[in-house]
């Protein structure tokens, strides 16, 4: 396991900030190697992205030192949303089989969890959001039949997508974890426009489904201070409470967002203007 700790930025600081510099605060450039668990620690609001890759071996979730507890989750919780091929998780003696596209919420006091693949030619990629938890909910396998659909947006304006709800309230209780992920139709390449924020959670963003040689540009800063990021596939980018979080493609992709802090009403949002926005 490799652990890389990001520590909160003030947004007067991000105002002076390069393109280099907002990516070494903002950007997760490494999510996903062979038989690496890779794991980025966010002061905001503690949360935890990363990644999952099991080889032949399989991967077991161990407790780094940033945790501080005896076990991983001891005093957390944990989102998987597998991005790869068919692969299994087993909690703490229970096994699932998790398919493209399925999720598996795993709750406070679990001891072990552990990937592997189904098919070592087409391997699971596991992307993971972990959020500090106060009490225990119980471990729920979900696929996309199980999620809370919405199809906002529409093709003129270049937006139309689904939004799939995993760990939502009306799905999957949590604590303070909210997970789900979007997939932009063909034609469409905007997500979250007009833009918003809600300075009562941070967020973070996992792209995925585009090309090689594709790209995004995540906008990202105060409403009226905005910059860019370009990102490429399975890349993700940590998103502070004050700053906007809206994306543009080079063509259409799909992204995992994930949300921790005050409240889980996936609606909390103070919304801003196209016309303000700077």
Not at 52 to 70: F, N, Y
Not at 74 to 97: C, F
Not at 235 to 260: C, D, E, L, R
Request: aromatic content about 8%.
């Amino acid at each position: 396991m490799q652990v890389e700790v990001r520590h909160a930025a003030h947004p007067d600081a991000v105002r002076e900030f390069d393109t280099e510099t907002l990516r070494m605060h903002f950007l997760v450039e490494r999510i996903f190697q062979s038989g690496e668990i890779l794991l980025t620690y966010s002061h905001y609001d503690r949360m935890i992205v990363g990644g999952a890759m099991p080889d032949e071996g399989g991967l077991t979730l161990s407790t780094p030192k940033e945790v501080g507890q005896s076990s991983f989750l001891a005093e957390r919780e944990l989102g998987v949303l597998n991005v790869g091929g068919a692969g299994r998780v087993t909690v703490d003696g229970i096994t699932y089989d998790v398919a493209h596209l399925d999720c598996l919420y795993v709750g406070k006091g679990t001891l072990n969890v552990r990937f592997e693949n189904r098919d070592q030619k087409n391997p699971a990629r596991f992307y993971l959001v972990s959020a500090p938890a106060h009490a225990k909910h119980p471990t729920v396998h979900l696929t996309r039949t199980d999620a809370r659909h919405l199809t906002p947006g529409e093709p003129e304006t270049a937006n139309k997508r689904s939004i799939y709800q995993y760990i939502h309230p009306e799905v999957c209780q949590s604590c303070q974890l909210t997970m789900g992920f979007t997939m932009l139709e063909t034609g469409s390449v905007w997500n979250t426009m007009p833009s918003h924020t809600h300075d009562r959670r941070m967020e973070a963003y996992l792209y995925f489904d585009l090309d090689p040689d594709q790209r995004i540009f995540h906008f990202m800063g105060e409403p009226q201070q905005t910059r860019h990021i370009v990102v490429a596939n399975h890349q993700a980018v940590i998103s502070p409470p004050w700053s906007i979080h809206s994306g543009a493609g080079t063509k259409n992709y799909s992204f995992i967002w994930a949300m921790a802090g005050d409240n889980k009403s996936f609606t909390d949002m103070d919304h801003i203007a196209v016309g303000d926005l700077r």
